[in-house]
């Protein structure tokens, strides 16, 4: 490698860094989100945005023009130096049996850098939230069989973050593999206030918080397969395997009084002090798609992971079942050697069914989602694209035991490369 390039590499891996530092990825932002108080809160897109408009397929084809981040075995065939970086914004819609509520929210949706190293060798660096949790609900009760009501307030907020190193190789002319290694790292504060009210006064807030910090390594392994059918005419099949985690946790949990100003009267009493471990599933996912190269992509991939095997704080599995999502995606591109503009734009539909390891009472809840989006590419020679993706979905019913969410979201990204190396040939 020369010293311009090394010069250049080391530019955009500082710039990676500092955001890295001051970047709070935690997506707490995305707003009020009542089901993040299961389990590890809710779990966000494992893609980027042009991966978020075709219903978040990707297992088993990639475009060299943007950044694959559910199949590490795809990145060898990325042969740009590439930096990308999306914003989620979100509106969200809650209802159960007595009221609604409406908010929006935003946050960094993730930062990655990735570049070839040798001809057959493509090397990644990423940040983005795994999962967050934000909720509040209040709920109250009498007092035995006494005149008066205490009111209990149940909140928490923070969320899980990942740090990737990602590898892609290229072992034969139509086969690659990866490995995804991931640092995860995090926490939540959960915590529990009750207050007595007596008449249009405010006795003392007891409040019970439970601080827990997490930290583990984990390991992702991938493989893809590109059968050529005709000229520029494939058939992709990938996988993808996500080993089992034990993320190591230290759980705080300590009691304090509260004036009805929310002043503190006593200082924090330890209730628990421990290190645990809370289990996170295996999780694999495999794809089908067919594609015409730069002119049209038809994808499929199935995913399962058992949450049912969960286990948490408690000791058990917070009555999760095993989930499984249903992914179809289509990506269309008019005509890629034009000299029109609008040829030149990537077009994008999915569409989901996601069975969600979460059960309250007896009520199972799934999420359907349609998305769209595109590509606009940008600056000379329009090497980069600013990536868009709309998705619509409902999360939940509402009945007696669950309410309903309807989101609408909006991700825009930024895929930029700098050509030091050879552009991508076709075989």
Sequence with gaps: MSMYKTRKLLQWSWVLGVLFLQTNVHAQGLGNAPYSAIGIGELLSKGYSPSNAMGDVGVSASNPLYINSLNPALLVRNRYTMFDVGVIGQYKSLQDTKQNQRDFGGNIGYLALSFPVAPKWSLGLSLKPYSFVNYQQNSYGRIGTSIYEAQYVYSGKGGLNQINLTNGFQIGKNLSVGADFTYLFGNF????????????????????DDRLNFSDVNLKLGAAYRQKLKEDHYLNFGATYNLASSLNTIRNTTLEVLSSAGQPITNPDTLTQANL????????????SYEKFFKLLLSFDYDRQNWSQYKGISGNNENMRDGQSFHFGMEYVPKFNSTKYWDLVFYRLGFIYHQTPLVIGTKPVDDMSVSMGMSLPVGRNFVNLINISFVAGQRGTVSSQTFRERYGRVVLGISLKDTWFQKFKVD
């Design 189 to 208: 504060n959960r915590s529990v206030t009750s207050q007595l009210r007596i008449g249009d006064s405010r006795d003392y807030i007891v409040s019970r």
């Design 277 to 288: 471990n809370v289990n996170l599933p295996a999780n694999w996912r495999v794809g089908l």
